[in-house]
């Protein structure tokens, strides 16, 4: 039968230009479609202009609103037309091109019409066609029509009342649950169809009364339904019923499954096949109660049809995982699917068998599906390869066979998935069968020698440095490593060179020998492969200087990272969001993090960017193993304080402050400004100020608000003492509305004591002269309460936070000296942080887009793109595009702009 | 989400009958499980692929396809498919699926190919029209689906069911002298 078949395609292909709808083209479809207009209609020709329209949709042709509404209406002119089969068409379009509210009303008419007509095929379609595209209003008036038509004597017409009730039960359940005595009605139809679409209506109108379930399923199951289909809806629901009453009956029979294996001799397969699968799923199912189901299902397995086979594997697999020993019956059956034509079939039957099979039958299973792997997709050789692997740790005497299976299809051709699912099963049963454990890496080893996935390669070697000093002959394992350093890619020869610097760290017989190999990796073309290995160098060493003990040594290389790494990953993140000043291009920065029990420090291969080391070491090292280290940036703020790295003078704040009990209940700093000068630079006295903004809380250094309405002075922390020439400070705590920016200006009077210290005691005096200095106006403005957090993808996280919180608008910012300069005001402003280098503004231009971003007080991301243009005398005007999570906080930043 | 099938009907996810390419004759979806164009011919031109190497030709087949069960059956150039939900009861998937190929052969008078499908494309979707509503199965019986849509070019009035059969033997007729004549 192929062959002539075959042949007949090749003819085809010499007109494969032929075709009713070749050329088709929307615009000129619409245009054909005015023959709807026609006085004098051709049925048939419109007919076979609605066939093309449909046609135009099927193959996912979209028409835009006008157009579907303009087809929409001349659509409905052909109401007019006698013809049944236009008419048809005309119902099916209608439904495709499902009209909005106000365009319904026009056709309710013509379809009320119909549904009331004498043919009853205009009847069930118009029925289906209203109850489709109706809302709740019109159903009331309709109501009365589909009322009737649910106990029509055509069982057409009864069945499209029915799924219309399902459809509308949906959104219009209280008007259908009125209709509950015709559906019941309905249900004791002769017609087949009708009974099932009644019984399924009757059901879901019930369904949240268990006792109404109970009673339906009660009366039915005595055998007034006849439909195969309503059958199996009976059959589903009298599980449920089971399901649900088995909690309060645990003794005696179980109800309702008399009914259920009754149905198992039922004429129609899909009933028995149901009832089969419902008994299987039963919980708590016996023995006993499963054979009769076991036994029709062991029928169906040498069946002619495709479908009914893979219908009873497939439940005999499931069953399978809860009773074996029930399914063991059917292995013969089973074992001639191994080869059946359909693929899911066979492998359902092999997954099942291997489920089912007892320890002798192992070695040929394996034989057989041997056989079988190389015509099977690797989809199926996943679940193959899970099984065998369960199968594995449920024999464990059989590891061998299984364990050569698995390395022999290791070293056949496969996907990526299917390979890391061979890789998986090897790992677990090396973890959970000790005897398993060398032969499983040496076939690891061999299969890494030629593996191209480098994922692959570098999950093993590092299983392999955890496992392989462990083992008894570690020394051998050493080869396949180090081949790895010669002939993979970097990515490879980097976790190979830590794999290696592993076995040295525990094996000591073998450390010598792993010097030299690491040595050797020193003049590896790669950065990363040389630091590594400088790096293990170093720390294997351990000649004193750098780490303490052995212990030290293998706590690095094998110590588990006990800091959620969410959290480490964000406070990188905002660390390297900063620029930084670094003088050398290879320097190394420590930096106390936000998660002060641990040190990171870590290495930047230029000024930006480019982390190339994380070590984590636990709080108790207290010197860091390298000798170029600097000085962390924490220093003394506050009063004096120089500017200092940002982030990690932010930190340093936070541990200052929250040691000081009364603002340790102020919750989490938010952010820290860059001290402010409130003094000349070359006075008597010399104060900074910070200002730490808090949730609720401004803590200022000095004094005295008077211009700031809205804070309210909740504490003082003066300074006792402040000896000549040392910094001291001091505080002061203002309470603002919580989640408010509130911005405002405060003027400062330094209030102090002077005493003479006398220079041979170094006690100060007891009385001193009161004095006051008057400093400069400190001001909270806006921008302290954002946050300068980049991001990586401006674009991105652009598009991702969507339009809704846009706010848009233009400013004119005078004249300026450059666009550079108005661009860095602007930033300067908002405290953002710019992205993408749009901070920087070409020379000469003439307009800039710089982008900025950050997080406003509350954890609320903002995004700003900021758009400038430049005109002959320096008047720079600015677009000004904000996007955020809360449209407040886009008017916040829009407030900052127009009130600098 | 076990008992969730339980609660309901069998329903049918899609219908589709594609060409000996893959291309689309007549498709039809009733669930939001491909919610544009793009995943629609996705999921047909994976599902094609998948299928078009097996025999379907003298019983429907069967396969699971991203958690859904599709039942198939080939007939020279025309390619039919049903999808259903992963739980779904796999022989009444098989039944609509066995509907719909026996109204399309009866309608296409037994000439089950891709020009004639196309030529009576409007009788193909009618049939889809009849099978499902929305997912709900209407009718199984090929040769009341076929009468339904076959009401087409007949007058109305004849009472239904007696033009269904009759015209359903009809076509057979019809068919079977022209294969004698052949």
Redesign the interface.
Same mark, same amino acid.
């Given at each position: &039968?192929?062959q002539p078949?075959v042949k007949?395609?090749d003819d085809?292909d010499d007109e494969v230009e032929?075709?009713?709808?070749l050329g088709i083209e929307k615009g000129a479809v619409l245009q054909e479609a005015r023959v709807f207009n026609d006085p004098q209609l051709d049925p048939r020709r419109c007919?076979q202009v609605?066939?093309k329209l449909?046609?135009l949709l099927?193959?996912?042709e979209?028409f835009t609103k006008v157009e579907a509404t303009e087809v929409f209406f001349s659509v409905t002119k052909l109401f007019q037309a006698k013809d049944?089969?236009l008419r048809? &068409?005309v119902y099916?379009i209608i439904?495709e091109l499902s009209p909005s509210a106000d365009e319904v009303i026009i056709v309710t008419s013509s379809l009320m019409k119909d549904m009331n007509s004498?043919?009853?095929?205009?009847r069930a379609n118009a029925i289906?066609v209203l109850c489709?595209i109706t809302d709740g209003t019109l159903l009331t008036q309709i109501e009365r029509y589909l009322k009737q038509a649910i106990v029509d004597k055509?069982p057409?017409v009864a069945?499209?009342a029915l799924?219309?009730g399902?459809?509308l039960l949906q959104t219009n359940p209280e008007i259908v649950k009125r209709w509950s005595n015709e559906v019941q009605e309905a249900v004791q139809s002769r017609a087949a169809?009708v009974q099932?679409?009644a019984l399924?209506l009757l059901?879901q109108i019930r369904?949240n009364d268990r006792l109404a379930v109970s009673k339906l399923v009660t009366s039915l199951t005595k055998g007034t339904v006849r439909s195969?289909?309503a059958q199996?809806?009976l059959i589903?629901?009298t599980?449920?019923v089971i399901?649900e009453s088995s909690m309060n009956n645990q003794t005696g029979d179980r109800p309702f499954y008399d009914y259920l294996e009754a149905c198992l001799r039922n004429k129609a397969?899909?009933v028995i096949?149901?009832a089969a699968?419902a008994i299987t799923e039963l919980s708590g199912v016996t023995n006993r109660e499963l054979t009769p189901a076991i036994t029709v299902l062991q029928l169906f397995l040498s069946s002619?049809?495709?479908?009914?086979r893979?219908?009873a594997v497939?439940t005999l697999n499931k069953v399978a995982m809860t009773h074996p020993m029930a399914v063991t019956n059917c292995n013969i059956d089973m074992e001639s699917l191994i080869s059946d034509?359909?693929r899911?079939i066979a492998t359902l039957a092999i997954t099942t068998l291997l489920k089912t099979g007892n320890e002798s039958s192992v070695d040929r299973l394996m034989k057989q599906i041997t056989n079988f792997m190389s015509d099977i997709a690797d989809e199926f050789k996943i679940v193959v390869v899970e099984a065998i692997r369960s199968l594995c740790l449920k024999f464990p005497l059989k590891y061998r066979s299984l364990m050569n299976f698995l390395s022999n299809i290791l070293r056949e051709e496969g996907g990526f998935d299917y390979k890391k699912a061979i890789v998986d099963s090897i790992v677990i049963l090396i973890r959970d069968i000790p005897d398993a454990k060398e032969n499983g890496l040496l076939h690891l080893c061999e299969f890494i020698e030629d593996c191209e996935f480098t994922y692959l390669s570098t999950q093993i070697l590092h299983f392999l440095g955890i496992e392989g000093p462990k083992t008894s002959d570690p020394s051998k394992y050493i080869r396949y490593i180090y081949n790895r350093v010669i002939l993979e890619n970097a990515t490879v020869r980097a976790s190979a060179v830590s794999t290696l610097a592993k076995f040295g760290a525990m094996v000591d017989s073998l450390k010598p020998r792993i010097f030299v190999l690491l040595r050797r990796c020193l003049f590896d073309s790669d950065d990363e492969v040389r630091d590594r290995a400088t790096l293990y160098l170093n720390m294997l060493e351990g000649d004193g200087a750098i780490v303490e003990t052995d212990k030290d040594v293998k706590n690095f290389l094998f110590g588990s990272l006990d800091v959620p790494l969410v959290n480490l990953e964000t406070s990188l993140k905002n660390y390297v969001s900063v620029p930084r000043e670094l003088a050398v291009s290879l320097c190394i920065v420590q930096c106390l993090l936000a998660y002060s029990h641990v040190f990171v420090q870590y290495r930047f291969k230029n000024l930006q960017t480019s982390l190339l080391i994380l070590i984590l070491l636990p709080k108790e090292v207290k010197s860091l193993p390298l000798a170029e280290k600097k000085a962390p940036g924490k220093k003394p703020t506050g009063l004096g304080a120089a500017p200092t790295a940002p982030t990690s003078t932010v930190d340093a704040y936070e541990k200052l402050l929250s040691s000081i009990p009364e603002f340790s209940s102020f919750g989490k700093l938010f952010k820290s400004s860059a001290p402010v000068e409130l003094t000349e630079a070359e006075t008597e006295y010399a104060v900074n100020a910070v200002k730490h903004i808090f949730d609720r809380h401004v803590v200022t250094v000095i004094v005295d608000a008077s211009d700031a309405e809205e804070f309210t002075e909740v504490s003082t922390k003066p300074l006792r003492s402040l000896p000549y020439d040392s910094p001291g400070q001091t505080f002061v705590v203002f309470e603002k509305p919580e989640g408010v920016p509130t911005v405002g200006k405060f003027s400062n009077m330094l209030k102090f004591i002077v005493k003479e210290v006398d220079p041979t005691t170094g006690e100060a005096e007891e009385d001193g002269v009161e004095d006051e200095y008057q400093l400069e106006d400190l001001e909270v403005v806006a921008a302290d309460y954002v946050l300068n957090v980049g991001v990586s993808n401006f674009r991105n996280a652009w598009e991702s936070m969507g339009p809704d919180f846009e706010r848009v608008d233009e400013y004119g910012l005078g004249p300026r000296e450059s666009l550079a300069e108005a661009v860095n005001t602007v930033i300067g402003l908002l405290g953002m942080q710019p992205c993408e280098g749009t901070e920087v503004v070409p020379n000469n231009s003439r307009s800039h887009t710089c982008l900025l971003s950050g997080v406003f007080m509350g954890n609320v991301k903002v995004l700003v793109r900021l758009s400038f243009g430049i005109d002959g005398p320096k008047e720079v005007a600015m677009k000004l595009a904000v996007r955020s999570e809360d449209e407040s906080i886009s008017d916040a930043i829009h407030e900052i702009v127009a009130s600098g | 989400m076990a008992?969730f099938?339980?609660?309901t009907?069998?329903t049918i996810k899609n219908i589709l009958l594609l060409d000996?390419e893959g291309k689309?004759v007549?498709?039809k979806y009733y669930s939001d499980d491909w919610p544009t164009?793009s995943a629609?011919?996705a999921f047909e031109k994976s599902l094609f692929t998948k299928t078009q190497k097996?025999?379907a030709?003298s019983?429907?087949? +069967?396969?699971?396809f991203d958690s859904n069960v599709v039942?198939y059956k080939f007939i020279?150039?025309l390619h039919f498919f049903v999808t259903g939900g992963d739980e779904e009861?796999?022989? +009444?998937?098989?039944?609509a699926l066995q509907g719909f190929v026996d109204a399309v052969s009866l309608l296409l008078r037994n000439n089950v190919e891709k020009?004639e499908a196309?030529?009576n494309?409007?009788l193909i979707?009618?049939c889809l029209?009849e099978i499902v509503?929305?997912g709900? +199965?209407?009718?199984?019986d090929g040769s009341i689906i076929a009468g339904?849509v076959a009401?087409?070019?007949?007058?109305?009035?004849a009472p239904?069911a007696e033009q269904t059969i009759s015209q359903a033997l009809a076509t057979a007729r019809e068919h079977l002298t022209r294969s004698l004549l052949r």
């Open positions: &039968m192929a078949l007949k395609d085809r032929y075709s009713p709808f007919s609605i066939t449909l046609y099927n193959q996912g979209t049944l089969g048809r &068409m099916l439904k004498k043919t009853d095929m205009y289906r489709r055509n057409v069945s499209a799924v219309s399902i459809h169809l099932f679409h399924a059901h369904q195969p289909l199996c809806l589903r629901y599980s449920q399901r397969e899909m096949f149901e699968r002619s049809k495709p479908v009914l893979f219908a497939r034509q359909n899911s | 008992n099938y339980r609660d009907c069998p000996s689309r007549a498709v164009n629609k011919s097996t025999n030709r019983e429907a087949e +069967i396969t699971m039942v020279q150039d009861n796999e022989l +009444i998937l098989a039944t020009m196309l030529e494309l409007d979707l009618l029209d509503d929305g709900m +199965i209407l009718e199984t339904k009401t087409h070019s007949m007058d109305d009035g239904l």
